[in-house]
């Protein structure tokens, strides 16, 4: 019963992954510093897109931000892209 009430209110658990979040701040503190961001981007979520897992980093904001995607199998880190309303 308060594993069906957890599921509701948090969601299904976070997925498996191969990479720790230390090594995912590592790889978006590069990301950001080479497209010259100067805001953190915090905010780390692991989320499972088309069948990959996948970390999201974005800025702690509401409205507008900074986000970059890290391929936790492969490493491989995305653009950094802006998002919201500027």
Request: net charge positive; no cysteine.
């Amino acid at each position: 019963m308060f594993t069906l009430f957890r599921r509701l209110l948090l969601g299904p658990p976070r997925p498996e992954t191969r990479m720790s979040e230390e090594e995912v701040k590592v790889l978006v503190d590069a990301a950001a510093r080479k497209a010259r961001v100067d805001t953190p981007l915090s905010r780390i979520n692991v989320r499972n897109i088309n069948g990959r897992i996948t970390w999201v980093a974005s800025t702690p904001t509401m409205g507008s931000g900074w986000s970059v995607t890290i391929d936790d199998a492969t490493g491989e880190v995305g653009p950094v892209r802006r998002w919201g309303i500027r």
